[in-house]
């Protein structure tokens, strides 16, 4: 399925140079950096780069080109028609002070309202972007990666407003990558005023040539990409001095009594709970006989025709053809205009991803010429095994190494928005963050059986999608993808799917099921060892 973690913006280089003080310097004109940056309705980056707000088509200095025309959802940057300025932008910062009002934040030392004594209080320590904390500096909360989980949790803290301190360590510095984020929802949510194109049709395609076109009743196919995620949050912390953003790697995380200690470089800072994000590839592995384990590697290209092309309301959900190999890869297409889309190309095996990519556009949607505006890359693990948590009494996994990512799919941000609000309500309700995400065994065990079925008959996998949307209603399926469907969803979609196919996919898990029992427990995924944990969240009790 479509990968889950992704999205980047552009940055637009204007042809002068900058001051000393961040201001443009362009012929005989000097344009301070504050103004500069509320006219272009963007914003500097820690380079000196404006970040583009235009279109796609305008990136990197390039004019206007034809597939600008689409609609503001197209423009990477734009601000969309309902969505909420940046709150720190130069234009509507006003006399905002630069400290949050003694009103709205608990008083120097005092528990947050609703929090238990040992959970996160505010402790008035200021911590500005770019001021070099000495060693015992204490955090309320630690989050080890600015990537998507880790974002999504910082913005889960600051918007519950209890005035808890953030150390975010951003170790990934991939600002020019571009990283988009799909999903599906039938409800509001948290990231909607980031959102930049809605679907309302699903196109499921078999290798044959037929494709079947649904329409969403209750739900919304969605994108957004991750530099908008990114710049918003980032912008919100820089914001207050309490909290700060560090570049660099963490090279040690350790519970000591009741804090943990974090090293990034030189530094040595303290706080009350950790959230390590960081997943290691290498390490990742399952023994002989346990969980099944595939890789999804993934290669996107953002292109523009020159000629209406696409339909910007129907997403390509899941495409075989195009000569792509059996049942192994597949295509998707998200259209942001008739001439803009982004193609995206999911194999379980190497491939030549940009080839197949183009001739994929070139055969199934007749795309004769092209211009590549951006591309991304990048792979996703798919297994049903177990990952723990919890990594001692104070630091929680999140993201990937705490199994936020649906084994079957790869999709993640919705169980990642769920995550984050839980782990804030646990501090508010327990005074800790140490909850457990759901263990949905039922949905771990078709899991199991749907990616047996993946990896030892791929033929088979178009006609089981096919099937799946053809004969339950969309809403339904992404309901059970999605592992929210009722009982009565759950029963249903079973008995449509087809029957044989998925016999012989239980039997063979149920043969290595039986064998991994035999020869030993079957083993968590922790840090970087597959091995058992027994762990377990903190009773409530002082610290």
């Not at 959230?275 to 290209?301: C, I, K, M, N, Y």
Request: glycine share 10%.
């Amino acid at each position: 399925m479509p990968r889950a973690l992704r999205g980047e913006g552009h940055r637009l280089r204007l042809g002068g140079r900058l001051g000393r003080a961040g201001d443009l310097v362009s012929g005989d004109a000097r344009l301070p950096g504050r103004a500069l940056r509320a006219a272009a309705r963007g914003h500097l980056d820690r380079a000196g780069a404006l970040v583009a707000r235009g279109p796609l088509g305008a990136l990197r200095g390039r004019p206007r080109a034809a597939c600008s025309d689409g609609p503001p959802g197209a423009l990477r940057g734009h601000l969309l028609p309902g969505a909420r300025p940046r709150r720190d932008h130069p234009a509507s910062r006003g006399d905002r002070p630069l400290h949050p009002s003694a009103a709205g934040r608990p008083r120097r030392g005092a528990a947050p309202r609703g929090d238990a004594p040992h959970g996160l209080r505010h402790r008035g320590r200021a911590a500005g972007a770019g001021h070099r904390v000495t060693t015992g500096a204490l955090y309320d909360a630690v989050i080890v990666g600015a990537g998507v989980s880790g974002l999504c949790l910082a913005r889960a803290l600051l918007e519950a407003g209890e005035g808890w301190s953030i150390l975010l360590v951003d170790g990934a510095q991939d600002d020019d990558a571009l990283r988009t984020l799909s999903f599906w929802t039938s409800a509001p949510g948290p990231l909607d005023a980031l959102v930049r194109h809605r679907w309302t049709r699903l196109v499921i395609a078999e290798a044959s040539g037929g494709a079947r076109s649904v329409t969403l009743d209750s739900h919304r196919y969605q994108t957004l990409f991750f530099a908008d995620l990114q710049r918003t949050v980032k912008d919100s912390l820089r914001a207050d001095p309490r909290h700060r953003i560090i570049d660099g790697r963490a090279t040690e995380l350790v519970t000591v009594g009741d804090r943990v200690r974090v090293t990034v470089g030189d530094e040595v800072l303290q706080a009350r709970w950790a959230f390590d994000s960081r997943f290691r590839r290498g390490t990742f592995e399952v023994p002989e006989g346990g969980a099944q384990l595939l890789w999804q590697r993934f290669h996107g290209l953002v292109v523009c025709c020159e000629t209406d092309v696409f339909d910007p309301s129907s997403a390509v959900f899941l495409d075989f053809r195009g000569d792509l190999p059996a049942g192994t890869a597949f295509a998707y297409l998200l259209p942001f205009s008739p001439r803009e889309a982004l193609a995206e190309l999911v194999s379980l095996e190497p491939i030549d991803a940009e080839r197949a990519l183009r001739a994929y556009l070139a055969k199934v949607h007749g795309v004769a010429a092209l211009e590549v505006l951006d591309r991304e890359a990048g792979s996703s693990p798919m297994t049903e095994q177990y990952f723990e948590p919890f990594e001692g009494d104070r630091i929680r996994r999140i993201g990937i190494p705490a199994g936020m990512l649906k084994p079957s799919t790869g999709y993640a941000l919705t169980r990642i928005l769920d995550d984050s609000a839980a782990i804030v309500r646990s501090l508010r309700e327990r005074g800790h963050p140490m909850v457990a995400p759901p263990r949905r065994r039922l949905y771990r065990f078709l899991d199991g059986v749907f990616l047996t079925l993946w990896a030892r008959w791929p033929a088979t996998m178009p006609g089981v999608f096919s099937a799946m949307f053809t004969r339950v209603s969309a809403d339904r399926v992404l309901r059970f993808l999605d592992e929210r469907a009722s009982p009565w969803d759950l029963l249903g979609l079973i008995a449509r799917l087809p029957l044989w196919p998925f016999l012989r996919a239980l039997l063979s898990w149920l043969a290595r099921r039986l064998r991994r029992v035999a020869a030993k427990p079957e083993p968590a995924y922790n840090d970087t060892t597959m091995k058992r944990t027994d762990s377990h969240p903190p009773a409530d009790r002082s610290p």
